[in-house]
T-cell receptor, first 114, second 109 residues
Framework: DAGITQSPRHKVTETGTPVTLRCHQTENHRYMYWYRQDPGHGLRLIHYSYGVKDTDKGEVSDGYSVSRSKTEDFLLTLESATSSQTSVYFC?????????????FGPGTRLLVL | DAKTTQPPSMDCAEGRAANLPCNHSTISGNEYVYWYRQIHSQGPQYIIHGLKNNETNEMASLIITEDRKSSTLILPHATLRDTAVYYCIVRVALSDMRFGAGTRLTVKP
């Protein structure tokens, strides 16, 4: 299994509070991704990074920001959490962004916004 | 962009081959077909991927039709631990993989 950890694994927070999720990899892969998974929607891409300090938006980026100051860490921040952001969040990594490049996923973070 | 269609659920007897179909009739020439699975609420697990040719690895085989409009994932000897949701995905962009609803495979003793 790819060396990917996510923290925290579970979190309960209140509407309006900031939340930061962390993804850490030990594979030295260039690309990192944040997805959310909701019933009926499959996995949807939030943001991705193609290098240190290089990030771009995905399909559902509104309300989220990201940062990558080191190759191994990719942070996802909910500036002001809303109930619609209750979801399971998955981090993924890949060596490059090519269509033939496999993405490997972390164990996920369950976030509940009350 | 290419979309995939999979049956919502399938059953398979333990020890038998599980054949999971996927339709991707609008796939473009340079788009890869990927298969992942998700066991309970764990992170998606990579299984196999291919472009045109059939592929095999230690987990499964992938059969892609000559016109590339459909594919089949084959688990040669299904076990109870293969019970999971299986996703067929077509890469539509360099940094995006769109997971649909998948097929819930139940392996029965």
């Amino acid at each position: 299994d790819a060396g990917i950890t996510q923290s925290p694994r579970h979190k309960v927070t209140e509407t309006g509070t900031p939340v930061t999720l962390r993804c850490h990899q030990t594979e030295n892969h260039r690309y990192m991704y944040w997805y959310r998974q909701d019933p009926g929607h499959g996995l949807r891409l939030i943001h991705y990074s193609y290098g240190v300090k290089d990030t771009d938006k995905g399909e559902v980026s509104d309300g989220y920001s990201v940062s990558r100051s080191k190759t191994e860490d990719f942070l996802l921040t909910l500036e002001s959490a809303t109930s619609s952001q209750t979801s399971v969040y998955f981090c993924a990594i890949s060596e490059s962004g090519g269509l033939q490049e496999t993405q490997y996923f972390g164990p996920g973070t369950r976030l509940l916004v009350l | 962009d290419a979309k995939t269609t999979q049956p919502p659920s399938m059953d398979c007897a333990e020890g038998r081959a599980a054949n999971l179909p996927c339709n991707h009739s609008t796939i473009s020439g340079n788009e890869y077909v990927y298969w992942y699975r998700q066991i309970h609420s764990q992170g998606p697990q990579y299984i196999i991927h291919g472009l045109k040719n059939n592929e095999t690895n230690e987990m499964a085989s992938l059969i892609i039709t000559e016109d590339r409009k459909s594919s089949t994932l084959i688990l040669p000897h299904a076990t109870l631990r293969d019970t999971a949701v299986y996703y067929c995905i077509v890469r539509v962009a360099l940094s995006d993989m769109r997971f649909g609803a998948g097929t819930r495979l139940t392996v029965k003793p």
